[in-house]
């Protein structure tokens, strides 16, 4: 399924907030700040990544499901092994 870059403003967005936030991480390691502060923050990381993951593979079934065959089209396989990697 290829994404259409007009729909991935929202996730790409996202994407971008989180790289500046992991930049913040890496200056909070650098500064040495407390260690509760830095897990917090790469939570918050890892959470939108996850978060983006997860609009990307339904923004591709919903264009499977709009734009293919309906749900015969879509390879029900390939959509849980993309899922489950974000797990």
């Known amino acids: 399924m290829e994404l259409v870059p007009a729909e991935m403003t929202p ?3 996202r ?3 989180a790289q ?8 909070m390691l650098e500064e040495g700040r ?5 897990v917090t923050q790469l939570a918050a990381v890892s959470r939108a990544l996850d978060r983006a ?3 990307i593979v339904a923004t591709g079934l919903q264009h499977c499901l709009t734009n293919g065959d309906g749900i015969d089209s879509v390879d029900v396989k390939k959509m849980e092994k993309l899922f489950l990697s974000l797990a």
């Open 11 to 13: 996730v790409i967005n």
């Open 15 to 17: 994407i971008k907030r």
């Open 20 to 27: 500046g936030q992991l930049a913040g991480v890496l200056r």
């Open 34 to 38: 407390e260690c509760e502060d830095v």
């Open 53 to 55: 993951g997860f609009a």
